[in-house]
């Protein structure tokens, strides 16, 4: 049944363990700081057009649909859009995730279930419907904390360093270990756990892949300090969007049988952390285009407000930010246009998905850079918003901010360009804009791999056999 | 009637008016230099499948197909694409460029049709189909000579800077001026003048478009030094493939009305050199993706020619010239799928049409770059083709020119790679990449022009409006 | 007389008008946030060999020595180097800033007197001698708050938005007006304000430089929120390091006629700012190349904390950061030994010093990606010190974020990564970076301006006049 | 006896075995492009002042003044830089080269003298005393042809690939293999042969460094094709001024042994080349300094004929000009202010070094991209100069072709602008900027090799120290 934000809210007073900065949170639905994540995630189930009806399941989230044409990838890519764009430009991760997730693993299953004689695809799709039926929040959590990164799992000096299988039980596994990077796992309902990285057969035990609910016993969440709006007075949109990552701890876990999706087949552990990564990079291609879009306008306002419009400088910054914007619907409209369709399931393009990820990893810094070189350097050193209140202040502040437009116009631009150019914000998303969803390295791999150098290599190669010499 | 590469080659021996550094060329056909760009050209008209049935026009070449949708860009895109690559990564223009200009005036002829009630439209129908018909070979005259660039065509010191009009007869016009950069004018039929730019009502003698034969009265080409080929006895490519710019001159040349297409009508001056150059970025994206093609298998082939292919920087180079590659595919792609309709015709994206030609023109150094970087030093001092034939040096060259891969193998990669990223091709090609079809500052008007900001003005808005201070 | 940091932070208590946040501050010195900024600045006066015999003054501030020779530009470029090492790669501004000014207004003072008869020298120098007599801590008001950017001084709407003379009196003027951007202005002695851009003879009322004690009647200090450190418990360097700047009101604010320095003297305002410019970019890449020490040394931790430090990427970043600082080095040391000599004092050549600032200004970027890509994405997403001290969670945190070192080491070095490249000093630190002693706009400026081209031009002249065509 | 011209042009009239373009070359002074570099090298001995008095050798070549301390290497620097701006940008390698590897030889033979009890420096000074008193052409070969580049010296599959003893005699040695990218080695008289890399036991026999007369026995020169001039018939500078690379062959050459500098102290063979590299990238800063020139001057020119002068897109590119020109010289003579003194010699500094030739290598690229955006299509499409000489077209594009200058003027400008950016010249410049004397990759180990990482990591050691967690 489709939940509305209310009913979403009351599903995570679970008894989850959950800390912040220090403190055991009760309840993430009234925590100061991480109930404005959990809102902003519940204005997910609060949005128009949000369900479509789906003929296996019913009335279901958009978000789950399986895609399996180039339309549905295009239908896809805009709901992520365009939710981004209705929350304010801060991606909303609970359903995008989890579904990025659940096709991967449908893909997977069905090859090992053709290689083993296995019955994972079956699992999976009983969760899948468990999932969509009860309208799920979700996260997913990949990354391993990792250790040593010149060595592989089973080599590293602590053996809980990528998650790993420490029981086999009748009626399931026991796993030890932590995650890092899992966005809003703690205002989640489910956590999917998949694996990192390839693996050899040393590292079989770590070839595991499964679901938990987020208060299973055991599964402890070690919040970010938040402090884009924890401690900022002058927070604007981060009054009310942000997502929430955690340190996310396996302390011995339990696991049944039937939220196992991989279970020390080794071979699958890399595809299926290549499967996962396209499709959530083609999420991110998505969503950054729409995220981008707060830098942009943010710009052309700031540049109106000091009368520098059609200064050259500030033009080649907004072509900049149009390319960064524009590279990445290209890429994510291509990759949908020219799918993979694997075991009946539609996957993005993973050369086009690359490439646009790659040239958003690589040229947010630019994007900032235009921004702050546009903004000038009043946005690191203007005075707060309570100096703004202050009235004996506000009379000089107000009369002295003015630009082309009146100081109290330029001053509410100039907060905001302050949030995303020269606040803790800017220094959060540099650093998510080049790791997440993967690095440049990362991004340069999933390019190479998949590319068909055959029609260069042949063009070349009949242009110099003609050569004689 | 579909012409064959012969009776294409024959019809240029018309009395044309050709130089060639400095001498008068009877016989572009039998010149030697000359004759390969025609050689290229006719290759075209031997092509397999290059017709198509069209419903009113009967079989003709797929590149005059009006676009009227999505499909049919795509188709465009695919075209110039596969045809660059049949040609050895060489564009070969002679029907692309013309149909790129017809489309065009196809557009606005219609446009000042319905504001001043003329019969342009009727013209260039009549014109179009006498050239699908005949099945000729075409070129657009547009760029002007320009004189000062600070001024207005009215403004030069030389009336004669900007092609215009010098006598309105009751049978048509005489035309004056001279344009630059027409590629392949002396080996094409057919030769298409149009603005270079927006006009005022005092440029209003400049305003105009028309087309004449390559043999008109007063028509001369004045063609640039081929020495990509031309003094040049290690071509390798360019032994066959190449095209030819002339500066080309009208001298009091007279255009019967019915090939006249825009006359005095200042105002469309601009958006037919608008539409004109979104028609021809996206013809160029297209085959430049194709041409960076050979760039990037001689860049894998010189990497295992010297023993380097899996280390890091080569691999960074690499992914460099796919991204180069893609983009400008992505934006073939995705500016066939968002086009414009305009009365009737589908015209390419200008926004991903200029995102990706922009991308283009800023970042084919870096190709260069990476392939110098791969290939060594070597391209630049090895010895010549004569040297390898000489049996008493091959003995030494091809011994010590072994890399990884035999002394023979690796020669003829170098010869290759030296022409591409280190001789007289690699500077034309560098200008051409910078400058044809628009400069970097056009692609960025182009972009800017027509992009919709509202969607990131009205985000930004939004969310500051919500600041209480 | 020399003062050590107890006498400099009691001098501090004197009635001057700061406010922050909202609030006004009473006592600078005892003030959470802003006493840091004060304590930074204390310890300017208590560093070792800090002082030299002058033979004029007797022992003053090294600072405060007027450059004669190259060997003095040296000697300056390595105390402002060696001092920013001293204080934990934070710049120390207070006599830096000061000394800039005056060395400027001992230049410009001789050329008004000569060119006008004034006495302006003698007021400077007298004011000099009191300065570093008392050895006083100073801030130089500079960047007026503008308004408009595409209109003169005179032309904006508002009189007050850059400052101007108000009323002439017997004794002195009345200036009004605002001064954003003034660094180290609430806890210093003395400020001096400059004008900042060239003028005309209709702005000549702006064309004004004079000094006032910080508590002069008018003048208040609005200093931004230093949320590096306020409101975030996890800062590391910014617990004890940071400087602070304020919107500077001054509100009919009196000057008598010993301490006005230029008074509508219009036609030298221009250059007056030119050469602090010159001067303070010199302090600037003397300083800056001290503070990329911070992101190389994180860079080479962090690097290793990893496991990844013979990474070739990781490699490439660390050269980037090398060439970061040592071209500030290089500029700085070039332009010391190729001084302009004016007025007997020495200038560093405008030209290396502008060279060096604007690879400075637009490569800071460079250096916050590879920090972050080097140290990975748990800089956004780690645990907060907090959480590190919680021990039921240390337990946790301590065990997983081992990498090639042990826990509490990665933590610890990570902790301060995230301080430089993803937090609210990262912001803050990218616009500085940018903007701070001139935009990269300004560099550029300053670069052409004193550039001398004839040298490349009469050369290419040279070539090309042997060319017979 | 320091020579003229004459007396050096005579002495390559000595029998040497030179191939151009497959055909054996009875005199250097004759043919018709190796008299090219021939007389550019000649001009070196024609050039006033270009002795210095020397209290051990008399009236000698500054180029081989045994640099002592940092004034030395100032002059060295001036020198190399001033005689490339002499000989119209183009560097003139024939003393420059020879001394680099002198003096990197007499450091290098003490070295060995100390460690084993040999007697190299004796024969290091004799072979230099020899080259300075009868003022001897040198050319360096030292770049080994290298094979598989994956794979040491003795592990080539053919054991010639890197040059070797193949004979140990009472009277000397005899060596085989051959050497690529010998500047001048066609008309110099002397070659100095040197290891390209650092060495293992087993490449002993590889380890070897020593001098041969230009028409030694067995010593043959393949010079590479010169296209630039040869087959061009529009070169502009290039008809007088270019050197010659030659692929350079040892088939089993004697070598005495008072001409052996190195034989089998393998461990010798990385400091040589080491060395030997830093002096010649200082030469490289040094003339490439000079030789930007070139671009800078036609690029303000050029700007200057199209009457874009002031544009501000032009205005950047002559900034990224500036910058490319001067970050050289500042590492030059930073470089030369803080030297190594090693056994006696001055070494510039190799950090200084080699970030400004690091600079240079990677940014080349971009100074040719400036020049062809300022300059236009038309240096890829203007007629040939055969064309401009022929009355009858004259008259057309001396018309057509004005800009904001006479069309006279603007043809010659734009000659020598696509000489420089799209010609044959254009692809070799390319190839040598990132390549000669090292490419990216030597001069990122060669800074990372000599650098202090000490300062940087013991801050921030200091600083994260101070964290309590």
Do not use: C
Not at 225 to 250: H, K
Not at 342 to 353: C, F, I, L, Q, W
Not at 366 to 386: E, N
Not at 445 to 459: S, V
């Amino acid at each position: 049944m489709p939940r509305g934000p209310g009913e979403y809210l009351d599903s995570l007073k679970d008894g989850r363990v959950v800390y912040y900065r220090g403190k055991a949170v009760n309840d993430v639905t009234t925590h100061p700081i991480i109930s404005v994540a959990a809102k902003h995630a519940a204005d997910l189930f609060g949005a128009e057009d949000r369900l479509y009806d789906d003929p296996n399941y019913g009335k279901i989230s958009r978000y789950f649909k399986i895609p399996r044409s180039t339309n549905d990838l295009i239908d896809r890519h805009r709901l992520i859009y365009n939710d981004t764009m209705r929350f304010d430009g801060m991606f909303n991760i609970v359903q995008a995730i989890g579904s990025d997730a659940l096709f991967s693993l449908m893909i997977i299953a069905r090859k090992v279930d053709t290689k083993y004689g296995t019955h994972y695809l079956d699992r999976v799709m009983k969760y899948y419907e468990y999932v969509v039926k009860n309208d799920l929040a979700m996260a997913v959590a990949q990354t391993d904390v990792k250790g040593d990164r010149s060595k592989r799992p089973h080599e590293q000096p602590d053996p809980d360093l990528y998650v790993r299988v420490v029981e086999v039980r009748d009626d399931g596994i026991v796993v030890n270990g932590a995650k890092i990077h899992t966005t809003q796992g703690p205002v989640a309902n489910e956590i999917v756990f998949l694996p990192y990285r390839a693996m050899v057969e040393g590292d079989r035990d770590y070839a595991v892949a499964f679901a938990v609910p987020a208060n299973a016993k055991g599964v402890k969440f070690i919040v970010r300090p938040a402090l884009e709006y924890d401690g900022n007075p002058n927070a604007v949109n981060a009054r009310a969007r942000f997502e929430v990552e955690s340190l996310t701890i396996l302390d011995h876990v339990f696991v049944p049988w039937d939220r196992v999706f991989l279970f020390r087949e080794w071979e699958f552990a890399g595809p299926l952390a290549w499967y996962f990564a396209t499709y959530h990079r083609f999420t991110a291609v998505s969503y950054r285009a729409a995220t981008s879009n707060l830098y942009l306008g943010a710009a052309l306002l700031a540049a109106r407000a000091n009368g520098i419009e059609n200064a050259p400088h500030v033009r080649d910054w907004i072509v900049q930010m149009i390319m960064y914007k524009e590279i990445m619907r290209m890429g994510a409209i291509t990759a949908a246009l020219e799918p993979l369709i694997d075991e009946g399931v539609a996957v993005p393009n993973p050369v086009y998905t690359n490439v646009s990820k790659l040239y958003s990893n690589a040229h947010f810094v630019d994007v900032v850079h235009g921004l702050i070189d546009i903004a000038g350097g009043l946005i690191a050193t203007m005075p707060s918003h309570d100096d703004y209140a202050n009235p004996e202040e506000r009379q000089y502040i107000s009369k002295y901010i003015r630009g082309a437009v009146d100081g109290d116009t330029r001053y509410r631009i100039m907060s905001f360009v302050r949030e995303l150019a020269s606040s803790h914000l800017t220094g959060y998303l540099l650093t998510a804009m080049i790791h997440a969803e993967g690095s440049e390295a990362a991004s340069k791999i999933g390019m190479i791999r998949e590319y068909n150098f055959k029609e260069a290599e042949d063009l070349v190669n009949r242009v110099i056999s003609r050569l004689r010499i």
